[in-house]
């Protein structure tokens, strides 16, 4: 872990901000904190950068998360692990705790407020330019490159997450080690013990200590992107306790999209729908536990990995295939993001700025924001 170079209070602001304005899901995220860690603040390279990507994509729990609490134990240890952390997922958790409050107490749709009609067309944008930046690092090869198409198109395709992440890290090691692999010993990929909790069938009475262990364990053990998340839920809260309704689930998921910051804090919306103000705090704090001791953990094997031609090529294949599934993830975003001529415009205009100047993303994000709005007020 890196020696304290950035004061908790510069973490806490960047990364409060980032999970404020952090629209889009979690490549639109990665691609955020790499314009500020890496261009703005050039805390990192795009080496750095996207080995850290890569290694956060092979540990369970919510991936851009994961980058956010890595970053923040690089530039101030330990106490910059916790700091970086919760500043991101507060943001998301407050406004997931009001839309929650209004959706108890006063039916309110989540359509009503949401404002990512100006905002998905810059965060294309973002993700655009973030690929291309970090395409051009981590491409070190054709081999590399056409890995990072091929877990695009997979991914597209309907093919497990994890399972490409591997692939290519299998794939991408045996490639580079070819002539080492008479007498070697077997590559060695990272594999992390993963805890099966509160995995037993009890009541269905919601207690706040049975709420902790279902989050804790959905957040020990998930991989994937929110959808998966989804998944976890219906049969844990839905079909197995009883505690909300499909409906209500549906609607936690719709408030998970359209608010910035950690799509897991869905699981904030269907705490509240549980017990309350207490039942959400229980439930995002469980569920993003385990995030903190995986990083934690991670934060030490980084540094030997990139030093091992065996684990270090097997971090290029994984970072190549990060890179796919964030391109995966983009396309997937079009239909949302570009409904009308005028979304295609703001997106290119955004694009353009971009490519031009050297702006901060929370400007644009900001001014789609600003679109959105009078889209409802209208």
Not at 226 to 248: C, K
């Amino acid at each position: 872990m890196a020696p304290p170079r950035t004061s908790l209070r510069e973490l806490a602001g960047l990364f409060l901000k980032l999970g404020t304005i952090g629209f889009g899901g979690p490549a639109a995220h990665i691609a955020m904190m790499r314009d500020e860690v890496v261009r703005r603040r050039r805390w990192e390279s795009d080496d750095e950068f996207l080995d850290i990507v890569g290694a956060t994509n092979i540990i369970p729990g919510p991936a851009s998360t994961e980058l956010a609490i890595h970053l923040g134990a690089r530039r101030a240890g330990w106490r910059g692990l916790v700091v970086a952390g919760v500043c991101f997922i507060v943001p998301a958790f407050v406004i997931v705790l009001a839309l929650a409050w209004l959706y108890e107490r006063y039916g309110t749709d989540p359509a009503a407020v949401d404002l990512r009609y100006g905002i998905l067309p810059v965060i294309i944008a973002v993700i655009g330019q973030a690929l291309w930046g970090l395409g051009r690092t981590a491409v070190k090869s054709m081999l590399l490159g056409v890995l990072a198409f091929a877990v695009a198109a997979l991914y597209l395709a309907g093919a497990n997450e994890l399972v490409l992440l591997l692939g290519a890290a299998v794939i991408a090691t045996l490639w580079a080690n070819r002539h080492r692999l008479g007498g070697q010993a077997a590559v060695l990929l990272p594999i992390v013990a993963l805890p099966l909790l509160g995995g037993a069938r009890v009541a269905a009475d919601p207690d706040l200590g049975r709420v902790f262990l279902v989050f804790l364990k959905i957040g020990a053990i998930l991989y994937g992107s929110g959808y998966v998340l989804v998944a976890f839920l219906e049969r844990d809260v839905v079909d197995t306790y009883h505690w909300i309704t499909t409906e209500q689930l549906l609607d936690a998921v719709a408030v998970g999209q359209i608010t910035p910051g950690p799509v897991f804090t869905t699981a904030t919306f269907v705490g509240y729908q549980i017990d309350g103000f207490a039942g959400a705090l229980v439930a995002t704090v469980a569920i993003f536990l385990p995030s903190f001791v995986f990083v934690a953990l991670l934060a030490r094997i980084v540094p030997w990995v990139r030093r091992s031609p065996w684990a270090g090529a097997a971090l290029d294949g994984v970072n190549v295939a990060s890179l796919g599934l964030m391109a995966g993830v983009t396309v997937l975003l079009f239909d949302d993001a570009f409904p009308d001529v005028l979304a295609v415009a703001i997106g290119a205009a955004a694009l353009a700025v971009l490519l031009r100047w050297r702006i901060n993303a929370a400007w644009l994000v900001g001014a789609g924001a600003l679109v959105g709005l009078a889209r409802l007020i209208a």
